[in-house]
């Protein structure tokens, strides 16, 4: 009996740490809201993706920035995603906003207190840029994960200056990833003849077209690359 209750006990344990894994494992990094949660303002079978990198927007709601281009909004996963396109791309853009990290919702970036260098991860670069609406809320954030607080010009200047030496770092990254989705596509995908002129544009007709069953997030990210540059 004593054996009995021995083993059960451990089968208990083993259970209770094969679910606080799994929840390791499922836990949304701090960028991320789900789905249902994020505010998307482009239009279009793209919507969901940062027309610049291709990554999925509500993975990284509260780094995301969007403007209007024409008549339309751009949304961009980060400050870098939207500077690049103003900078490398020749976008003219215009009412530029930021998610603000407390509403989760969309202010006009010249409002915006931004924390630049906290422990909580950045998008697209190292150094993380969050925005807030209200300086208090900036200060409580900075006070937690620290970071100094920016205004927008200031932000933007900096990811101008850095933008080459970023834009190098990443391609690096992007290569790599370019390979992981080549071997996910060859091995997990239907095969498909079409070229894509953008990764949001791939990841798009990709979901779409259910090409690679119910494939998300970093697999999904590196399939849509790869066939972007195939």
Known sequence: ????????????????????NEMKKTKMAYQAVPADQATILQKGEEKSY?????????LFYKTNHAAKSSETYKQYCSIHCMVEDIELNGAKLSD????????L?????????????????????ML?????????????FKEK??????????????????????????AKKQA?????GEKLYNKMCKKTDMSFKSTAEAKAYIT?????????GKKLQAVGIYLSRR
């Open 1 to 20: 009996m004593k054996k009995l209750t021995m083993i059960l006990l451990a089968l208990i344990a083993i259970s209770v740490t094969l679910n606080a």
């Open 50 to 58: 940062c027309p610049i990198c291709g990554m999925t927007l509500s």
């Open 96 to 103: 530029m906003k930021v998610v603000d990290n407390k509403s």
């Open 105 to 125: 919702k969309f202010i006009n970036v010249k409002d915006a207190f931004y924390v630049v260098g906290s422990s909580k991860p950045g998008t697209m670069t």
């Open 128 to 140: 993380s840029k969050y925005g807030f609406a209200n300086l208090d809320d900036a200060k409580a």
């Open 145 to 170: 994960n620290g970071g100094e607080i920016k205004n927008f010009d200031e932000v933007y200047a900096m990811v101008a200056k850095n933008m080459k030496k970023e834009k190098a770092a990443i």
């Open 176 to 180: 790599k990833m370019a390979q992981m």
């Open 208 to 216: 779409k077209n259910n090409l690679c069953g119910n494939m998300k």
